[in-house]
C-alpha cells in the first residue's frame, strides 16, 4: 500500500480499509515457538517478471522451530532476463538473511 500513498485511489482506500478489517479480525492471533528440534529452515521463491514493470518480485520466510522469525516480500532491484535469474536473486536475499541470523545468534552464544 505504501507505494500508492503519494497519490491515492478509492480503490487504494478500499483496500487499506479491507486491511484494517483483517487486523481487527486477527488481533488474537500469535506466534507460537515449540520444541521442535527442526532448527533452521528457509523458503524462498521469486516471480519472473510482472507485467507492468518487468520487475520479479522475491520472496523468502526463515522458520525456527516450526515458528516464522523472519519473512520479507519485495520487488527486485534489477530486472531479471530469465527465470533463473530471479530465482537465484530470492536466494541471494534469502542466503544474507540466514547468514544475518546465524551472525546474531554466534553473538548471543546461542548454538544452532
Same mark, same amino acid.
Given at each position: 500500500?505504501?507505494?500508492?500513498? +503519494?497519490?491515492? @485511489? !478509492? !480503490?487504494? &482506500?478500499?483496500?487499506? /480499509? =479491507?486491511? %484494517?478489517?483483517? &487486523? ?6 500469535? &506466534?507460537? =515457538?515449540?520444541?521442535?528440534? $527442526?532448527?533452521?529452515?528457509? =523458503?524462498?521463491?521469486? $516471480? ?11 520472496? =523468502?520466510?526463515? &522458520? ?10 519485495? +520487488?527486485?532491484?534489477?530486472?531479471? /532476463?530469465? @527465470?533463473?535469474? +530471479? !530465482? ?6 534469502? %542466503? %544474507?538473511? /540466514?547468514?544475518?541470523?546465524?551472525? /546474531? ?8
Amino acid at each position: 500500500m505504501s507505494q500508492f500513498a +503519494a497519490n491515492p @485511489s !478509492e !480503490e487504494h &482506500l478500499s483496500k487499506a /480499509l =479491507y486491511i %484494517c478489517r483483517y &487486523l481487527v479480525g486477527t488481533t488474537d492471533y500469535s &506466534l507460537t =515457538y515449540g520444541r521442535s528440534r $527442526d532448527g533452521i529452515i528457509a =523458503y524462498a521463491d521469486s $516471480d519472473w517478471g510482472s507485467a507492468h514493470t518487468r520487475q520479479s518480485n522475491t520472496g =523468502y520466510i526463515v &522458520l525456527m522451530s516450526g515458528t516464522a522469525v523472519s519473512w520479507q516480500s519485495k +520487488a527486485q532491484k534489477t530486472i531479471a /532476463l530469465f @527465470s533463473t535469474e +530471479a !530465482e537465484y536473486m530470492a536466494l541471494s536475499d534469502t %542466503c %544474507c538473511q /540466514l547468514v544475518w541470523i546465524q551472525n /546474531l545468534f554466534g553473538e548471543l552464544r546461542i548454538n544452532l
